[in-house]
């Protein structure tokens, strides 16, 4: 994994969306997952900002969200695929035809699961999967405890999590207990990995996950093992790392070639 540290998270939403871009002139027909949470909202800013001024183009690409929450309508003000409209789809030129985001009404669960998972492999598979990361290690709604090869599937929210997000729900008790996640395995199988994190209330997670034995309660931890991951952190996230790290993209490419 190649880790990048930055100064704060105006400069981690560059970075991350720099890397994105990069992808998408390389492959216009690009596979992209997409993450939700407050981290990846920069980094969404930036892509529009260089869709309207410097014509990133979004037309020919596919993109697949993590995680949805169950029993949420797409038109609720706090489903993920409403998140998903307001912060970058209503803003791009993406084929709405080519948006995935899991269904959390879908009647028969197993079956919408493994439809999601068939639609990735029929787009090609992923090729760069956006991820945040939950206080707790969580990628997705993987949750402490997920099966590092787990699928698509129905996951119980912790009481932490469901802490976490209940900012944006009026009461605490509106915060469904259950959403439908990407598995550990589904991630791990995106070409690339992307993982952006800020703030000082990350930083134990990040240093678990980055220098931490890998293990399923820390889900994130199994992005070790992925062969191109880019860990994209602010200083605050990054404070109980021990070893040294890069802060760019350059120069994390020089040292690896100096290896
Ligand atoms: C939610 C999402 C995750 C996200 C996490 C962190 O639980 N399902 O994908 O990484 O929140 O969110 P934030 O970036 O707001 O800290």
């Known amino acids: 994994m190649l880790v990048i540290i930055k100064d704060d998270y105006q400069a981690i939403s560059l970075e991350a969306a720099r890397l994105v871009a990069n992808r998408m002139h390389k492959k216009p027909n690009l596979v992209l997952g997409l993450a939700t949470g407050s981290t990846p909202l920069g980094l969404y800013g930036e892509l529009i900002r260089m869709h309207r001024s410097e014509g990133l183009d979004f037309s020919k690409l596919t993109t697949f969200n993590l995680d949805e929450y169950v029993g949420l309508r797409p038109e609720h003000p706090q489903s993920y695929r409403h998140f998903m409209r307001q912060n970058l789809f209503d803003h791009v030129n993406l084929d709405p035809r ?30 760069l999967q956006i991820l945040g990361i939950g206080a707790n290690g969580h990628i997705a709604f993987n949750e402490p405890g997920s099966s590092l090869g787990s699928r698509t599937r129905v996951k119980t929210l912790t009481g932490t999590t469901r802490e976490a997000n209940a900012r944006f729900f009026g009461a605490d008790e509106d915060v469904p207990r259950y959403a439908l996640t990407m598995g550990v395995g589904t991630i791990m199988e995106a070409r690339e990995l992307l993982l952006v994190a800020s703030g000082e209330g990350k930083a134990h997670a990040i240093a678990a996950s980055v220098e931490g034995p890998i293990t399923a309660m820390v889900p994130a931890s199994i992005v070790q093992m992925h062969a191109r991951a880019f860990l994209v952190i602010d200083r605050a996230a990054a404070a109980g790392l021990k070893g040294a790290y890069a802060s760019s993209f350059e120069e994390a490419v020089i040292t690896r070639r100096k290896l």
């Open 98 to 127: 080519f948006t995935h985001v899991p269904d959390g009404m879908a009647t028969d669960i197993e079956d919408h699961c493994l439809w999601y998972e068939q639609r990735i492999l029929a787009a090609g598979g992923l090729d």
